[in-house]
């Protein structure tokens, strides 16, 4: 009776999981294997809402393996060393895992490699639809530039989504531990697993998402965004049954699919973006902790910020559009370096993501890929222009419900309660035409 292990990290489904579905291929039997790695704590990134979405995301993936006859084995400790011991203990004679492009999945693909050697299998395209480095420009290991990438990642080949294992063998005995989420949680997250996942892509209107998407009150977006990040969806299965669908929300939501693809092959090309500067430009950062608080609790004086920032302590989640105007204000309106955005982002967001986090916060801040690095978003403007009738404001921003209309985005008159602007609007509007080179 042969044995392999399908090391689960980022891919906790059953439907198109290519490391799953290899181990079952390569063996009789198959142990599903998650570990909780410390070294994932001691480096910050175990929030307490990934973590309490995480354990939604085991949960249900252990109830669709006792579905096909298995269960998930869960342990806790190093990767390797866990896998290891699992390997020990089943005589498992390969171990399947996805690819993965940050520096602590590189590590830990490392150490696996030192101790299973040629009995270790990597698979690509179950991350992102198109593997990080399967595409680059002549003489480059990276495309630096979205446009250029995302006419060639268009033309490249997708592999076959697969359906998910009926029969799924594992041995019995095997010692498993449970997950426990701690910490306090934004009130309104949403749930893990791969069943809430594809329940919200049922009902999620693709046809209204080219012309919705940026509409902040509308809320139009898939918000599928977490079940991406935990791999509860396959991107390669989502652009797969978008393109089927066709139409302009299908070609829209693929842009946006190509754009996660984008990140992760410049982050795997330039691990150290996650925390330095893409491109240097030498910004004038200052440091103001009473206004990168303010902004943190969302008392900018900036509705249309404030109701942003609102949006992601409630939910742990927030609108694009809002993240873009929240980024944009702290690095280009406040001059504070982007890194501390993207570090409370990640305290707080669900699908916390690191190639996507830290690289969206640098096309923000004019450090990364960007080819106008001038570019400012003025919140006054956007506001009027993606939440023209206040509305999202006045859901985020209670104090401030009783005003009509636009009058929300410039309260100040009339919201005694509410707090005064941190930069005047004058002030405000010298210094983004300073930023864009107007002056």
């Not at 307490?48 to 342990?75: E, K, T, Y």
């Not at 669900?350 to 400012?376: E, F, H, M, S, Y």
């Not at 602007?421 to 035409?433: E, G, K, M, V, Y």
Request: glycine share 8%; charged share 25%; hydrophobic share 40%.
């Amino acid at each position: 009776m042969t044995v392999s292990i399908a090391l689960f990290t980022q891919d906790l489904r059953l439907h198109d999981n290519p490391v799953l579905h290899a181990a079952r291929d390569a063996a009789d039997q198959v142990v599903p294997l998650f570990v909780l790695d410390p070294s994932v704590e001691a480096a910050g990134f175990a929030a307490p809402n990934r973590m309490a979405f995480l354990a939604d995301c085991l949960v249900d993936l252990d109830a669709g393996l006792r579905g096909a006859g298995s269960r998930l084995i869960v342990r806790r400790g190093a990767t390797a060393e866990q896998t290891a011991r699992v390997a020990a203990e089943t005589g498992a004679a390969t171990v399947h895992v996805a690819a993965g492009v940050s520096a602590f999945a590189r590590r830990r693909e490392a150490a696996l490699l030192a101790l299973f050697g040629g009995r270790l299998h990597v698979h690509d395209a179950s991350v992102t639809v198109v593997p990080a480095g399967r595409i680059a420009p002549a003489g480059r290991d990276h495309y630096a530039v979205f446009t250029p990438y995302h006419r060639v990642w268009q033309q490249a080949p997708h592999r076959t989504v697969l359906g998910a294992p009926r029969v799924i063998r594992t041995p019995d005995g095997i010692g498993s531990e449970s997950l426990v989420a701690t910490g306090p949680l934004s009130p309104a997250l949403p749930r893990g697993g791969e069943s809430a996942a594809r329940e919200r892509w049922r009902r999620w209107d693709l046809d209204g998402y080219a012309e919705g998407h940026d509409d902040l009150a509308g809320d139009s977006t898939s918000r599928l965004s977490p079940y991406l990040h935990f791999g509860c969806l396959s991107p390669t299965e989502l652009v797969a049954r978008a393109l089927r669908h066709g139409g302009a929300g299908a070609e829209a939501f693929v842009r946006q699919l190509a754009w996660r693809d984008f990140h992760h092959q410049v982050l795997a090309a330039r691990p150290d973006a996650a925390h330095r500067d893409y491109r240097t430009r030498n910004d004038p950062w200052h440091h103001d902790e009473r206004e990168a608080e303010a902004w943190r609790q969302g008392r900018t004086g900036y509705p249309i910020v404030d109701a942003g920032m609102r949006q992601l302590a409630h939910e742990g989640w927030m609108h694009n559009r809002a993240r873009l105007l929240t980024a944009s204000f702290l690095a280009k309106s406040l001059y504070l370096d982007w890194r501390i955005g993207a570090a409370h982002f990640l305290t707080l967001l669900v699908d916390g993501d690191i190639a996507n986090n830290q690289l969206n916060w640098q096309w923000v801040a004019g450090t990364g890929t960007d080819t106008r690095p001038n570019r400012v978003l003025n919140p006054l403007r956007q506001a009027e222009r993606y939440d023209p009738d206040g509305n999202y404001v006045r859901r985020w921003l209670p104090e401030l419900a009783h005003l009509p209309g636009r009058a929300v985005h410039r309260p100040w008159p009339l919201a005694p309660d509410y707090p005064d602007p941190l930069i005047d609007p004058d002030t405000l509007s010298a210094r983004l035409r300073r930023a864009r080179g107007l002056d």
